[in-house]
């Protein structure tokens, strides 16, 4: 009796700790859930099977699982020399496995890791530069297309397939666009990527819940009162500004009116369609007195025109008629041309979507009539400028490309242009139930007068002026280049950078050259060899000799490609690099430095490309 006692006692307690066990959760970060519980004691103590942290003096952190007495799991490693991240599994202290390494300037590194370094499949995404394929010790091998470890390629998707062409396998979830890590009981399929609990919230399975009376808005909760009142003020507003605007309508339609009918020019008399003297635009008189018409637009010396107006129903290319009346305007442009922000603002959100391509979401704050303004400008080539970006009126932001070429992005019709619009709300755009802001109403001259930047003029709050250059676009380079060497010449890195990844964007060898050395040096950017490496590649396929000398030295050293002496040579042979051609004359045989030539002198015969 008393043993069979002491073995239900034996069983209750084991229960009880399974419970207790299987009760245990904790966030580790974006999103996942550990079922381990958190690790007692110092950091130095020994842990095993639970989740703690870990500092370093030089202020490096680790956040994860342990076993072991080794970081080993699912963990975050937080730098701060430069300030990044990896995320992901780690085996016996070091990246292996599943992971994501990424960096403040938003450069991603993504896949298979082992010892610290992307080693197998994998993806580097900086902007628009993307390399996918197989690596080892963070260098480029071969192209291969990325699909993440443990996860199937789906038939059909939207928007990138880097991001959304595939799904993780039965038992894993997707973690940070681009991984897949393994599910526990702690982690549901509605994980919502964030190791943040807001406030008045509670941990719930892998993610939260509000408290009550709360109500869970995006990531955060907010008062559910407060948010019924919020919402209520809305809607009062929205009915006073569709008041406002049918009263403007009426008032239109009674002003063209009045100009159809005989006798509306004072004294009598019909108003006289003449073309302006620069041919431009229309002018409406009564004799001497020029007649706004709110259907002709005046176009100042030098704005590119509009191909398909707002509320058209014809598309950019002249001969269809569109499903929805333009919620924007489309003017069309050269490859390379720059895009200026139409006001003041914050970039708010990117977007690469299948149709449409590339765009950016600018909020520029409220207009003079009190309407909220934000902007979207898409279809473009070349993105200038980033997430939660500050950005100023006539700042360039982004150029055109060739992304309208086989019909890759049906939306842009087979045109290269510019698609602008703005709305009262991010939420309203390709709303075609929810009208759009007409942005002719808000140009800084006044209605239907499309108003062009320029340098130092001050402009009235709220309202917008033309996203192009009415002076072309090689001054406004030219401008670019005169402002960023003056600022590195002075010190002001960070504004240096800004000018310079402007125009090397668009091509510019000796701004591409300069933001090699930038980046090569850590000067007013985060260190990061790779990014060095293309922009130098890039100057040095131009025949810039300072690049050229520099993409040697990385061959040379390995930092941001794969070591190579053959190639150092062949670079610093073409620009006459001295002090590495000795070095390297110690290291190589006869052989290899002959071969090395005759690929310096290919290279030249193609002109630096391919090489």
Known sequence: MKTLFLLLFSILISLNSYAAEADSETLIAHGYVSSLPECEGGQDSYRTDCVGT????????????????????????????????????????????SGIRTYPDGAVWAGEFKNDQVN?????????????????????????????????????????????????????????????LKSNSQTSTSHENTSIIPKNAKVSGSSWTCNPGFTKTGKTCMNTAELEKKKLDEQK???????????QAQAEKKELSSLSTQGSCPGGGEPIKTISADGSYFEYKCGEVEVLKVDDLYYPTGAPKIVSDYLSTTAVYGYKKREFKH???????NNG???????????IDIERDECSGLGVYIDHGKGFDGNKIIAIYTHLGKL?????????????????????????FWCQGGVRHLHFEISPSIYDFYEHSK??????????????????????KIFKEGTLTYPFSCQGNEKLIVGNWEKGIAAFETGDYATALREFKIIAELGDKTAQSYLGYMYNSGIGTNLNYKTAAKWYKLSAEQGEPTAQGNLARMYYSGNGVMQDFT????????????????????????????????????????????C
Not at 436 to 450: E, Q
Request: proline content about 4%; aromatic content about 14%.
């Open 567 to 610: 190639y150092s040579y062949m670079w610093a042979h073409i620009s006459n690099t001295v002090d590495l051609i000795d070095l390297l004359k110690v290291r190589m045989t006869s052989a290899d430095i002959s071969k090395s030539k005759k690929l310096a002198r290919e290279c030249i015969a193609k002109d630096f490309k391919g």
């Open 237 to 247: 507003r929205l009915e006073e500004q569709t008041r406002v605007e049918e009263a």
């Open 54 to 97: 870990y500092k370093w003096q030089n202020g490096w952190e680790y956040f994860g699982e342990f076993q072991n007495g080794m970081r080993h799991g699912v963990g975050i490693f937080n730098f701060k020399d430069p300030d990044a991240e990896y995320f992901g599994e780690i085996i016996n202290d070091a990246f292996s496995g």
């Open 435 to 456: 009208p759009a802001l007409n942005p002719h109403l808000y140009w800084a001259n006044g209605p239907y007068k499309i108003t062009c930047f320029e340098k130092n």
């Open 327 to 333: 919620r924007g305007i489309d003017i069309p442009g």
């Open 384 to 408: 200038l400028v980033g997430n939660g970006e500050q950005v100023n009126r006539g700042q360039p932001i982004a150029s055109l490309g060739n992304t309208h070429l086989n019909n890759v």
């Open 337 to 347: 041309w720059l895009i200026l922000a139409t006001a003041d603002g914050i970039v």
């Open 120 to 180: 197998g499949l994998g993806v580097y995404v900086e902007d628009d530069f993307i390399e996918q394929g197989i690596y080892s010790d963070d260098n480029f091998q071969s192209f291969k297309k990325y699909l993440p470890k443990n996860a199937s390629k789906k038939d059909t998707y939207s928007g990138s397939f880097l991001t959304n062409g595939w799904t993780c396998n039965p038992g894993y979830q997707k973690f940070k666009k681009y991984i897949c």
